[in-house]
Structure formats: structure tokens, C-alpha cells
């Protein structure tokens, strides 16, 4: 299929398409027109990838996992897999953005929110009080 027919029945734009053909995350071949030619399972593949992006997956992890899913014998098993190793990053993410949270309202109001915590109010980075 042609990229215009296959833009339109995933809903991207041609761009978008040829951005992935260049990254390596679909494949298509050169008719000896010039034209990109599409197989049916690129439809597929394509709405995989926009759901695992819509899901907070880059595209450098969707084109690793991607080939690893593709030998799987199911993919089902291995989607959850990958879910959940996610779902860990997510939770490691969410504990660091806590603790910074947590120091930036401690900063709020201190006068000089860029000193290091526990330095006496006044005091600039790099000086001590005596």
C-alpha cells in the first residue's frame, strides 16, 4: 500500500510515516516509480506504536521492544513484561519528583531559595558561616 493510503487509514501524516521509515520503526519498499510501498501489517504495527507512545514509551524503546516482541511466541506475555518494568521506572520517577517537590517547598520563602539545604539564611553558595 502507498504511504498516502496507509497515513490515512492509521490517521498520521505522510511526515510522520517517513520519520519512522528513517528511524527504522516501519518498512517499506521503493517501487520502481519512486513509490513507498507499504505491506498491510505496517497498519498494525503502526497503531502499536502510537498506542506504546500515548502509554509514555519513546520511540527508542518501542523499536527495542518492538523487535523483541516480534519473536515472541506470545505477545501478549511479553507486553505485560514490559508493562511492567514500566510501571518500576514510573514509580522510581514518581519517588525522585516527590523528593524534589518536597525540597522546592522547603526553598519557598527562605530568601534566597538557591542556597543548599541547611545553610543559614543569608549565606550564598560556597560561603560558611563563622
Known amino acids: 500500500m502507498r504511504i498516502g493510503e496507509l497515513a490515512a487509514q492509521v490517521g498520521m501524516t505522510r511526515e510522520t510515516i517517513r ?3 528513517k528511524v527504522g520503526l516501519v518498512r517499506g519498499r521503493r517501487l520502481p516509480n519512486g513509490y513507498r ?3 498491510p501489517e505496517a497498519v498494525t504495527w503502526l497503531q502499536y506504536i502510537r498506542t506504546a507512545q500515548a502509554l509514555g514509551f519513546s ?14 511466541p506470545d505477545v501478549a506475555i ?23 517537590r518536597a525540597d522546592l517547598v522547603t526553598r519557598v520563602g527562605t530568601g534566597c531559595p ?3 539545604s541547611g545553610q543559614p539564611a543569608g549565606a550564598t553558595a560556597g560561603e560558611t558561616a563563622d
Not at 520511540?59 to 515472541?72: F, S
Open 19 to 21: 520519520f519512522y521509515e
Open 37 to 39: 510501498d507499504f505491506p
Open 59 to 72: 520511540l527508542a524503546e518501542i523499536a527495542r521492544n518492538g523487535e523483541k516482541l516480534r519473536g515472541e
Open 78 to 100: 511479553g507486553l505485560s513484561a514490559l508493562f511492567e518494568e514500566k510501571i518500576r521506572v514510573i514509580d522510581a520517577r514518581i519517588t525522585e519528583l516527590t523528593a524534589l
Open 114 to 116: 538557591l542556597r543548599t
